[in-house]
């Protein structure tokens, strides 16, 4: 099963958005509705902020979004804010009981 | 307040074995699906497996990269999720993390703090 793709790193200034892409196959991301999202600071656990592709964890900010579009999931942060500087990673159900995460992405709020 | 602490990493000899413990509180165990996720220094995140809870039949399930050499159980009586790690590699080196399971392989609510495995001779 190999890895989803996302951008090795993307940026944004305070208060713009930044979107994160996640590219799989039909097989994962374009087959289930089982995407999710984690945000992992330095040294840190990571920290669920989108399941099933576009829900929010209670505590999570609305700031935070997700949506689908075939094979390609997307995580959208607005008003960026300090705190959001982190690793970000999707994860899709890939069948047969198996899970795939992508790469990671590097946020950098500017 | 719900917890998972995983406790067992440490440093093993390639082909040796390791045994990580997930102790949980602060919620009915028994109830929920838990998985295990790595991460090797400097890299992503990488699944790991999972076992299901009673409801589901409580039996595992294992990525590709490690079936066959790793085991996962559960005592529910006890609220601790086990990792079994046979015939380690050095690409076995990582930060093991158990996680609770919002569903059935949906995704992870809870994650430990993770414990560290370095396979090295």
């Known amino acids: 099963q190999s890895a989803l793709t996302q951008p090795r790193s993307v940026s944004g200034s305070p208060g713009q958005s930044v979107t994160i892409s996640c590219t799989g196959t039909?097989?994962?991301?374009?087959?289930?509705?089982?995407v999710s999202w984690y945000q992992q600071h330095p040294g840190k656990a990571p920290k669920l902020v989108i399941f099933?592709?576009?829900k929010r964890p209670s505590g999570v900010p609305d700031r935070f979004s997700g949506s689908k579009s075939g094979n390609t999931a997307s995580l959208t942060i607005s008003g960026l804010q300090a705190e959001d500087e982190a690793d970000y990673y999707c994860c899709s159900y890939a069948g047969s009981y198996t899970l795939v995460f992508g790469g990671g992405t590097k946020l950098t709020v500017l | 307040e719900v917890q998972l602490v995983e406790s067992g990493g440490g440093l093993v000899q390639p082909g040796r074995s390791l045994r990580l413990s997930c102790t949980t509180s602060?919620?009915?165990?028994?109830?929920?699906?838990i998985n295990w996720v790595r991460q090797a220094p400097g890299k992503g995140l990488e699944w790991v497996g999972f076992?299901?809870?009673?409801?589901?039949?409580?039996?595992?399930g294992y990525a590709a990269s490690v079936k066959g050499r790793f085991t996962i159980s559960r005592d529910d009586s006890k609220s601790i999720a086990y990792l079994q790690m046979n015939s380690l590699k050095t690409e076995d080196t990582a930060v093991y993390y158990c996680?609770?399971?919002?569903?059935?392989?949906?995704?992870?609510?809870?994650w430990g703090q993770g414990t560290m495995v370095t396979v090295s001779s």
């Open positions: 996680t609770r399971d919002l569903g059935l392989l949906s995704a992870f609510d809870i």
């Open positions: 039909s097989s994962d991301v374009g087959g289930y509705s089982y």
């Open positions: 602060g919620f009915s165990f028994g109830d929920y699906v």
């Open positions: 099933d592709v576009s």
């Open positions: 076992i299901r809870s009673k409801v589901y039949g409580g039996t595992p």
